[in-house]
């Protein structure tokens, strides 16, 4: 009777360490996607292309796991302490894989090579983690319920890292701090591990309980460079951007607002979108063209341009009677309206009672709405990805029109004509495609060059010669006659319809932009 009892009581103690270690199977699988995808993230930041980047680190990540997967054959002995410190190893790499590359990259280390070399390090010893924990739990039940257990939990691992990642994660802590929080689980699954798992000898388990403080370590170490990530994240972008004003990691993107020479910058994803020193000259060429074009302004929708700064120059115009600006990204306006050196440069534009700030995605906003402007104007960042390549299409354009009233006037920025020429023909391709008349100008903008734009109506229209009705700084009379003049290495050449089917603008913006990066 006694001895069933300790049975039982043997059997329950290894059925909950059974459980306990199919938790592990989770964390591992949940923590090695965060990997994955935070190293893509960190990769598209700082080298543009997320496309390229995300199925470049997934293919060779992928590949890595395979590899890890083969090479645990090879481990004859002492499994229990190999799966240990392959934890361990996987909590300093991947945990401190971010701000490594990020450092890496600011101070000119061989980029690429450092890339892939983490996404394999990484992708071996994540790869290695499973197989080797289920030849530990292969003696505690059948072949078959270990298979289905294990791969169930980490699916579902896999589901979380996912969710995780883009929901709370990111947005909440950025990329460097989410690595390292994903390296305090690996190696606190490996310090829990050197209780669960037992010794298959004396030696065994007696190196088992010495891994014990390397652990320890590790959490303190890893910690030390949580609490330090930061810092240690503005000094690498402090070395490429100059003195920082503000940073913040937001669902969609990096936003540095940086002090250069005494001007101001604000960097998406480390791309500049303005300079203090001549954002006057992109955002006056961007506006007033465009307002002059239309019969009469009263009701104007900006999508983007969420620094309020375009929004500055609509309402220099009197008869604006509302703006509704669409931005997809909340930290952004926040930013414009909130921060002192932004709002006194936008002149507290989206604090003004007229404008409606809205953020949500452009497209779906609009697809949804029912409202009438006589002015739309789209201020969206270049499309150096799919998501916003969205917003140079047939479709987009098609819904635009449909809200922009019979007399109204529609305005984007299409690129530099100069430096991404199919691209800016690309631009002025699409929206033609979807019945609008457009005429093609450019400014010069000293930050970014020869740059282009577009006003487009429903029925041909001159080009706007003369804008007396608000004050400039940088166009009259004779500098709006020289907007439409194209020199010859701007002038048209052939180029693709961008649609959501074919996205062909993205390919083409990044090819032609690389040349100059």
Same mark, same amino acid.
């Given at each position: 009777?006694?001895?069933?009892?300790?049975?039982?009581?043997?059997?329950?103690?290894?059925?909950?360490?059974?459980?306990?270690?199919?938790?592990?199977?989770?964390?591992?699988?949940?923590?090695?996607?965060?990997?994955?995808?935070?190293?893509?993230?960190?990769?598209?930041?700082?080298?543009?292309?997320?496309?390229?980047?995300?199925?470049?680190?997934?293919?060779?990540?992928?590949?890595?796991?395979?590899?890890?997967?083969?090479?645990?054959?090879?481990?004859?002995?002492?499994?229990?302490?190999?799966?240990?410190?392959?934890?361990?190893? $996987? %909590? +300093? &790499?991947? !945990? #401190?894989?971010?701000?490594?590359?990020? =450092?890496?990259?600011?101070?000119?280390?061989?980029?690429?090579?450092?890339?892939?070399?983490?996404?394999?390090?990484?992708?071996?010893?994540?790869?290695?983690?499973?197989?080797?924990?289920?030849?530990?739990?292969?003696?505690?039940?059948?072949?078959?319920?270990?298979?289905?257990?294990?791969?169930?939990?980490?699916?579902?691992?896999?589901?979380?890292?996912?969710?995780?990642?883009?929901?709370?994660?990111?947005?909440?802590?950025?990329?460097?701090? $989410? %690595? +390292? &929080?994903? !390296? #305090?689980?690996?190696?606190?699954?490996? =310090?829990?591990?050197?209780?669960?798992?037992?010794?298959?000898?004396?030696?065994?388990?007696?190196?088992?309980?010495?891994?014990?403080?390397?652990?320890?370590?590790?959490?303190?170490?890893?910690?030390?460079?949580?609490?330090?990530?930061?810092?240690?994240?503005?000094?690498?972008?402090?070395?490429?951007?100059?003195?920082?004003?503000?940073?913040?990691?937001?669902?969609?993107?990096?936003?540095?607002?940086?002090?250069?020479?005494?001007?101001?910058?604000?960097? +998406?994803?480390?791309? #500049?979108?303005?300079?203090?020193?001549?954002?006057?000259?992109?955002?006056?060429?961007?506006?007033?063209?465009?307002?002059?074009?239309?019969?009469?302004?009263?009701?104007?929708?900006?999508?983007?341009?969420?620094?309020?700064?375009?929004?500055?120059?609509?309402?220099?115009?009197?008869?604006?009677?509302?703006?509704?600006?669409?931005?997809?990204?909340?930290?952004?306006?926040?930013?414009?309206?909130?921060?002192?050196?932004?709002?006194?440069?936008?002149?507290?534009?989206?604090?003004?009672?007229?404008?409606?700030?809205?953020?949500?995605?452009?497209?779906?906003?609009?697809?949804?709405?029912?409202?009438?402007?006589?002015?739309?104007?789209?201020?969206?960042?270049?499309?150096?990805?799919?998501?916003?390549?969205?917003?140079?299409?047939?479709?987009?354009?098609?819904?635009?029109?449909?809200?922009?009233?019979?007399?109204?006037?529609?305005?984007?920025?299409?690129?530099?004509?100069?430096?991404?020429?199919?691209?800016?023909?690309?631009?002025?391709?699409?929206?033609?495609?979807?019945?609008?008349?457009?005429?093609?100008?450019?400014?010069?903008?000293?930050?970014?060059?020869?740059?282009?734009?577009?006003?487009?109506?429903?029925?041909?229209?001159?080009?706007?010669?003369?804008?007396?009705?608000?004050?400039?700084?940088?166009?009259?009379?004779?500098?709006?006659?020289?907007?439409?003049?194209?020199?010859?290495?701007?002038?048209?050449?052939?180029?693709?319809?961008?649609?959501?089917?074919?996205?062909?603008?993205?390919?083409?913006?990044?090819?032609?932009?690389?040349?100059?990066?």
């Amino acid at each position: 009777m006694f001895g069933r009892a300790e049975t039982n009581a043997g059997a329950g103690r290894n059925t909950a360490r059974s459980s306990a270690l199919f938790g592990i199977v989770l964390v591992i699988a949940t923590a090695g996607l965060i990997y994955e995808l935070a190293i893509a993230a960190v990769a598209s930041y700082l080298l543009g292309d997320t496309v390229t980047q995300f199925s470049l680190v997934i293919g060779v990540y992928l590949s890595a796991l395979g590899l890890g997967a083969y090479l645990s054959r090879y481990v004859d002995r002492d499994v229990t302490i190999t799966f240990v410190r392959v934890e361990f190893a $996987t %909590a +300093l &790499i991947g !945990g #401190l894989s971010v701000i490594g590359l990020e =450092l890496g990259f600011s101070f000119g280390a061989p980029f690429r090579v450092l890339l892939l070399l983490t996404v394999l390090v990484v992708g071996v010893l994540v790869g290695l983690e499973l197989p080797l924990l289920m030849r530990i739990l292969e003696q505690r039940m059948t072949f078959r319920d270990l298979i289905a257990r294990a791969l169930g939990f980490d699916y579902i691992g896999a589901l979380l890292g996912s969710l995780g990642f883009s929901l709370w994660l990111l947005p909440q802590f950025g990329l460097a701090q $989410t %690595a +390292l &929080i994903c !390296g #305090l689980l690996n190696v606190s699954v490996g =310090l829990v591990s050197t209780w669960l798992l037992v010794g298959q000898t004396p030696e065994e388990s007696r190196s088992l309980r010495g891994l014990r403080w390397l652990g320890l370590v590790l959490i303190a170490g890893l910690g030390t460079v949580l609490w330090m990530a930061e810092p240690l994240t503005r000094l690498g972008e402090r070395q490429i951007f100059g003195d920082i004003v503000h940073a913040v990691q937001s669902p969609y993107q990096r936003i540095l607002v940086t002090n250069r020479k005494g001007n101001l910058n604000l960097f +998406l994803n480390g791309r #500049l979108q303005f300079s203090s020193s001549d954002e006057v000259r992109y955002h006056e060429a961007l506006v007033h063209p465009v307002l002059a074009a239309a019969t009469q302004a009263r009701h104007v929708f900006v999508g983007g341009g969420g620094d309020g700064l375009a929004v500055r120059e609509i309402l220099k115009w009197k008869t604006v009677e509302s703006v509704t600006l669409v931005d997809i990204d909340s930290a952004i306006t926040r930013l414009a309206s909130t921060q002192s050196q932004l709002v006194r440069l936008n002149r507290q534009s989206l604090l003004d009672k007229r404008v409606h700030v809205v953020n949500a995605d452009a497209m779906i906003y609009l697809a949804s709405a029912n409202d009438i402007y006589d002015v739309i104007l789209l201020d969206f960042p270049d499309p150096t990805q799919l998501a916003l390549g969205k917003l140079y299409t047939t479709q987009f354009y098609a819904i635009v029109r449909n809200h922009l009233s019979p007399a109204g006037a529609l305005g984007v920025q299409c690129t530099s004509p100069l430096l991404t020429r199919q691209s800016f023909w690309s631009i002025i391709s699409t929206l033609e495609a979807v019945g609008l008349k457009v005429i093609p100008y450019r400014a010069f903008v000293p930050s970014f060059g020869d740059w282009g734009f577009a006003v487009a109506r429903r029925e041909s229209f001159e080009f706007p010669r003369n804008v007396t009705l608000v004050p400039m700084a940088t166009l009259d009379r004779d500098t709006l006659r020289e907007l439409t003049v194209m020199p010859i290495d701007t002038q048209r050449i052939p180029a693709r319809v961008n649609s959501l089917n074919n996205q062909a603008l993205v390919a083409v913006y990044l090819k032609e932009s690389a040349r100059f990066e």
